[in-house]
Antibody, heavy 115, light 112 residues
């Protein structure tokens, strides 16, 4: 069974940094592109970033370019999202999703940016 | 960016009755490879999103056959033939022909 388990969410002050992780299982991780999608409280879904299976290609939505970095460790079947210079607008549940077509989702991890 | 526009945004439905959600894209989602890159997702209250339909009309494994997707080019529809209580939630369309990936605003389905 394909599963993703996110972790790393926290309450953090504006300007702070955080690293989110997504542990994947049940499929050949290194062959699959992976993505992060977020959902602000009471709002819709917003794609954040994607990475190819090899890690050579990365993609970001404009609002996070230069602040967020997606990466992966295929030896650990784990996806990461390093988020820096956090603002209140980054408060959201962050989901990891398999592929760039988001075919399977994790349960999400909550990031709250507040002073 | 490709703008995805859903309607209606709220859909009260009687149990056992059909429901239909429309999704329009600001540009064609037909790729040069012949595929149309449009998916539908369901998000039940308190849960993660779940993909229901991929490439316009293909149901994911385990998705009841009362869900169907149709459309072409820039106009797409998700239909529920007979709404059940477990179908309550928010439904999103999403395009993945271009970067950035973009979602519709979501349609909230509730029981009357």
């Amino acid at each position: 069974e394909v599963q993703m388990l996110e972790s790393g969410g926290d309450l953090i002050q504006p300007g702070g940094s955080l690293r989110l992780s997504c542990a994947a299982s049940g499929f050949t991780f290194s062959s699959s592109a992976m993505s992060w999608v977020r959902q602000a409280p009471g709002k819709g879904l917003e794609w954040v970033s994607s990475i190819s299976g090899s890690g050579d290609s990365t993609y970001y939505t404009d609002s996070v370019k230069g602040r967020f970095t997606i990466s992966r460790d295929n030896s650990k079947n784990t996806l990461y999202l390093q988020i820096n210079s956090l603002g209140v607008e980054d408060t959201a549940i962050y989901y990891c999703a398999k592929t760039t077509a988001f075919d399977v989702w994790g349960q999400g991890t909550m990031v709250t940016v507040s002073s | 960016d490709v703008v995805m526009t859903q309607s209606p945004l709220s859909l009260p439905v009687t149990l056992g009755q059909p429901a239909s959600i429309s999704c329009r894209s600001s540009q064609s989602l037909v790729h040069s490879d012949g595929n149309t890159y449009l998916n539908w997702y369901q998000q039940r209250p308190g849960q993660s999103p779940r993909r229901l339909i991929y490439k316009v009309s293909n149901r994911d494994s385990g998705v009841p056959d009362r869900f169907s997707g149709s459309g072409s080019g820039t106009e797409f529809t998700l239909k529920i033939s007979r709404v059940e209580a477990e179908d309550v939630g928010v439904y999103y369309c999403m395009q993945y022909i271009n970067w950035p990936r973009t979602f519709g605003q979501g349609t909230k389905v509730e029981i009357k």
